[in-house]
């Protein structure tokens, strides 16, 4: 056989033949393979995440679709909407960060009721705080509001609600904002309260509850705002005030306290601002406040 011959017949022959040189081609072989298919799988993957980024487009915008037309046909109907901020709202839900206020009127209302058509109407807006100030809304009506876990606030100022109305609120715990500002509200209603563990706004202003009843807030471990002006509350109610660990808004305008509370008061490190308008609490005691809390604005 000639060399040329022999030369030919070698070209011929597979390079994954026995032999060091062999096992090496071999492997080349193989990693290649593997290179293709991890590129292939990264590919997969880059469509499987396109398409279902393109689904969450797609779902977001039928979202903020059915959003708008749910707030044109409220508005239609006189019922004011607007946004409520993470801040204002005071939660830790990331879900909740963003709610909307509606404000209700007395024309929304039959018998003390919100109209059911309305209420099933809000249904897609997200978190909500639903304001009934001034409204004729009854104690009733109440239930069919709190009911639904989307409700995050209730806003009840100057409206009829008594005592007997706020058993309807009992384990709300969605709840994180309740007003209940100019209503004839006593130390008895707050026992309904008791339950409502996710409060962290409570406005009492101008209500019939005095220093007794605030020992009903103990287990609200959660309120960072509490508004108690134009009460009975005295000196001796800010030992349960005192217990309130993330307490930063206190309003005790136009109450009872004097300066013998200014010690209880000095203890409550989390303040951040504190209301003592037309109080007996006199210049000195402010100096005192002032002098203990430095990271709180005081105010007389």
């Excluded at 309130?244 to 136009?254: G, I, M, Y």
Aim: charged share 25%.
């Amino acid at each position: 056989m000639s060399t040329s011959d022999s030369e030919s017949q070698r070209s011929e022959l597979p390079e994954v033949s026995s032999g060091r040189q062999g096992r090496i081609v071999a492997s080349r072989g193989h990693r290649g393979r593997g290179i293709a298919a991890v590129v292939l799988v990264v590919l997969l993957l880059a469509v499987i995440s396109v398409t279902t980024g393109l689904f969450d487009v797609d779902d977001e915008a039928a979202r903020a679709e059915t959003r708008r037309r749910v707030e044109s046909a409220l508005e239609l109907q006189g019922v004011k909407l607007k946004p409520v901020r993470s801040h204002q709202l005071a939660t830790e839900t990331p879900a909740a960060s963003e709610a909307t206020l509606v404000r209700l009127a007395d024309e929304h209302l039959e018998n003390g009721r919100v109209v059911t058509a309305l209420l099933e109407q809000l249904t897609g807006l997200g978190p909500l705080v639903v304001n009934l100030a001034q409204t004729s809304v009854s104690g009733d009506g109440i239930e069919p509001i709190v009911s639904r876990p989307d409700v995050l606030g209730l806003i009840l100022l100057g409206t009829g609600i008594d005592d007997e109305s706020l058993a309807s609120l009992r384990g709300r715990a969605q709840l994180r904002t309740l007003s209940l500002e100019r209503t004839a509200v006593s130390d008895q209603g707050l026992s309904h309260l008791s339950r409502l563990t996710g409060l962290r706004q409570l406005y009492l202003t101008g209500t019939r509850i005095t220093g007794e009843g605030l020992d009903r807030l103990a287990d609200l471990t959660r309120l960072e705002s509490v508004k108690l002006g134009d009460t009975e509350v005295g000196d001796a109610g800010l030992v349960s005030l005192a217990r309130l660990p993330r307490l930063k808004f206190l309003s005790l305008d136009r109450t009872r306290v004097t300066d013998a509370g200014v010690p209880v008061l000095a203890e409550i490190r989390s303040l951040e601002f504190l209301d003592l308008h037309s109080t007996w609490v006199t210049d000195e005691g402010i100096k005192r406040l002032r002098d203990a809390l430095p990271n709180c604005r005081v105010e007389h």
